[in-house]
């Protein structure tokens, strides 16, 4: 089994910067994908960044591209969320998953993963 622990969430002003990271246990990063999803209040949940450990690959969505960086850090087994020029849109819970292997169906289906944090809540102020 996948234990997952997120950290770095945060209230931030808009345009300030915030690094989420999560910690996976029970399984080495190279065995994993690893995706940030979020939830913002009234939304549905919706994938942001995903990184593969088992080939290298990576999600992003379209609205965070160029601000947003994913990385791991696998002597750590822990991957990291870079999160710059965040907006008031960027508030949400977000939530690390872990897949073994790589997700059925591709990267940012969230089905795919198995595995979830607690989430940790981001908050963009305006």
């Known amino acids: 089994e996948v234990q997952l622990e997120e950290s770095g969430g945060g209230l931030v002003q808009t345009g300030g910067s915030l690094r989420l990271s999560c910690v996976a246990s029970?399984?080495?990063?190279?065995?994993?994908?690893i995706g940030w999803f979020r939830q913002g209040p009234g939304k549905e949940r919706e994938p942001v960044s995903c990184?593969?450990?088992?080939?290298?690959?990576?999600y992003y969505l379209e609205s965070v591209k160029d601000r947003f960086t994913i990385s791991s850090d696998n002597a750590k087994n822990t991957v990291y969320l870079q999160m710059n020029s965040l907006k008031p849109e960027d508030t949400a819970v977000y939530y690390c998953?872990?897949?073994?292997?790589?997700?059925?169906?591709?990267?940012?289906?969230?089905?795919?993963?198995?595995?979830w944090g607690q989430g940790t809540q981001v908050t963009v102020s305006s």
């Open positions: 990184i593969s450990g088992v080939d290298g690959s990576t």
């Open positions: 029970g399984f080495t990063f190279d065995d994993l994908t």
């Open positions: 998953a872990a897949a073994l292997g790589l997700p059925l169906y591709g990267l940012s289906f969230s089905p795919g993963y198995h595995y």
